[in-house]
């Protein structure tokens, strides 16, 4: 292709259109926490650069990147690719389960391993998921949304790799994998009848899965978040250590790179699923209401965002990835304050690690093809294509 080729005026304007399209808004609170992750992880760190915030902020860059692309894709191919993505990552955790695919580490098979590298199959389904379930309610009729046997086809798309990831074991993937689907039905119009229905054995089955249906360690988890001060050095050291260390640093905090808990090396994981009890502390209440608020916009912008979609799957699609980051905040943020068992998820783009921020940057990407593209209109039906 010629130079001339590239430059032709009437696509230089449409690009030009398209990126005047992007909410920078949204983008720019993404830098931001982004931006104090790296900070916070400099200050763990010890006031060094090595070994996660300089990594945290390539990715970032690399990421972001990624997702303004992505924001270039017509939201046409992103619909003809919904069930193909599914599909391929419904495969990857199955294949999981083949002697010599899976990777083990830490008693958990999470990781499928293909040579030069090793892929988490879940984070690749959290998008795949969002996109399958947008992609079919884009077609069913408010009938089949509410109250049909239809309601089988998106539950067994949330069902069977709920299970898989469930039997990995990967609990905190489980978690929001169930409730990002459970929250895109919702949205679609689901008969509360159903919700209901499905609500009330749920509750009357939790006590029973827990004490025969997890794993120990899982069973541990969840007593020690139900009295947490009854083995304080042991299994209840996480939700101690980080309920001191959000709880010492008060309005105002410790000030930046002295907080003791995360300096002294008290505060467990500190780097991942923790750096929030570690803000807490060097910036105090103030801090941690900043980081919130920032976090509230992101959710709310998103909202709008997937509002203004004129396509049922433009909606669907960048509400549930909005779910998905939402649950990630709410989750953790819960954890690190004793609130929730501990289950290894991580504050998203605060947190050091690849497949997290993978994850939250391409479904955001979704999130501004649908800001881009919301008066495309997309056909109806269930082809794989």
Known sequence: MTASALTRPGERERLVVKIGQIDWRFTSLL???????????????????EPWAARHLIRFGVLLVVMLALSMVHLKWWFRLSYPIYGVALLMLAAIEVPGLGYTAMGATRWLDVGVTRIQPSEIMKIGLVLALARWYHSASAKEASFH??????????????????????????????LTGAAIMFMAGLS????????VPTLVAVPFYVMFG?????????????????????????????????GSGGLLGKGYGLGSQSQLEFLPEKHTDFIFAALSEEFGFLGSFTVI????AIILIAL????????????LGAAGVTATFALYVLINGA??????????????????????MLTVMIGFGLVLATRVNRYAELPKGHSLF
């Open 335 to 356: 954890m690190v304050m004793g609130l929730a068992p501990v289950v290894g998820v991580p504050m998203p783009l605060l947190s050091y690690g690849g497949t997290v």
């Open 149 to 178: 046997w239809k309601l089988i086809v998106p539950a067994a798309m949330i069902g069977l790799p709920f299970l898989l990831v469930a039997h990995q074991p990967d609990l905190g993937s489980a978690m929001l994998l169930g």
């Open 304 to 315: 709008r965002i997937a509002s203004l979609s004129h396509s049922h799957y433009g909606r």
């Open 31 to 49: 830098c931001v926490i982004a931006g104090i992750g790296a900070m916070m992880l400099y200050s763990v760190a010890g006031g060094s650069w």
């Open 192 to 199: 509360w009848k159903i919700i209901a229905g499905v609500t």
């Open 214 to 246: 997890m794993h120990d360690y899982q069973r541990h988890r969840v007593l020690t978040f139900l009295n947490p001060e009854g083995d304080p050095t042991g299994t209840g050291y996480h939700i101690t250590q980080s309920k001191i260390a959000m």
């Open 293 to 296: 608020a920032c976090y509230i």
